[in-house]
């Protein structure tokens, strides 16, 4: 109650969750450690958009979230992770190294934290809610080798089709654009054909971390989708209509995805390394 009294508090604190640990754990493992647990999370902050594989939320949107029934909300998850540390003469043996880790999303139903997200789903849910900033999509060429995408661009817009004032469809229309960041084929692959095909492993790859994390959020039966927040913006006299009963339709919602997938630069690559020479 003091914490989400002060204006400033609830302005400027962030939220995170202490996945298999408590939050008293975390701030004297951390301290132990000699690491500032306040830095750390401050670097989380400013730079989760590198892989956009977790997020940021502030409390005083956590409050607003929290007050409404029909939404799942997704909070960020802080994980310690410890390993043996090196050590050097004169040092204590066995020490541990203490790592805060960012990678996943808890999931809030009913305020009761019901899941957890793993990396790929998390970065899902940050698709399909429009906070994905960065990341890496890896691929396989025509040739069945790893190329890694470089994220430059995510956009999801989302149509609902109703019969009625029953809904029966939400479309998903992504836009994804990406850099080749590396390849690990010998092979040319910037030829049109080539290029082609990558357009369409990127899209199959995002496709299915889609379906993946749409069968999560229904199997829960927790929107964390953004299809309640699109509604009410887009159809609020519909949503009025239909909120009472959301629990019940979410879970059977048919869902079409539509990707638009594009390569846009290949950095200094013109060839690969130790490329074969053409014929």
């Not at 989380?44 to 607003?64: D, H, P, R």
């Not at 996943?104 to 934290?113: F, T, V």
């Not at 940050?126 to 994220?151: M, R």
């Not at 159809?235 to 629990?247: A, L, T």
């Amino acid at each position: 109650d003091f914490i989400t009294r002060g204006m400033q508090l609830r302005l400027d604190n962030n939220i995170y969750i202490a996945k298999d640990t408590t939050a008293e754990e975390l701030i004297v493992k951390t301290s132990q450690s000699g690491k500032s647990l306040s830095e750390t999370i401050e670097h989380f902050t400013k730079n989760y958009g590198v892989t956009s594989t977790s997020g940021s939320l502030k409390l005083i949107e956590l409050m607003g979230e929290l007050d409404d029934q029909n939404r799942g909300i997704f909070i960020p998850a802080l994980n310690i992770m410890t390993q043996k540390a090196d050590s050097r003469q004169g040092e204590e043996k066995n020490k541990e190294d203490i790592k805060i880790k960012l990678d996943r999303y808890g999931i809030i139903k009913d305020n009761i934290l019901i899941a957890y997200a793993d990396k790929q789903l998390s970065a899902a849910i940050n698709i399909l809610n429009n906070k994905y900033i960065s990341g890496d999509i890896t691929v396989s060429d025509p040739y069945g080798y790893d190329v890694a995408l470089e994220v430059i661009e995510m956009n999801t817009k989302k149509k609902y089709k109703f019969n009625g004032d029953d809904i029966e469809t939400v479309n998903l229309h992504i836009i994804v654009n990406s850099n080749v960041g590396e390849q690990h084929s010998k092979e040319n692959i910037y030829d049109s054909t080539n290029m082609e095909y990558l357009f369409m492993q990127q899209a199959d790859a995002l496709r299915e971390d889609i379906y993946a994390i749409i069968k999560f959020a229904q199997t829960h039966n927790v929107d964390i989708l953004g299809f309640r927040n699109g509604m009410i913006r887009r159809h609020p006299i519909r949503w009025e209509k239909i909120k009472d009963d959301w629990n019940s339709i979410f879970p059977n919602l048919n869902v079409e995805i539509d990707v638009k997938s594009r390569i846009l630069r290949t950095y200094d690559i013109t060839q690969p390394n130790g490329m074969r020479s053409m014929e």
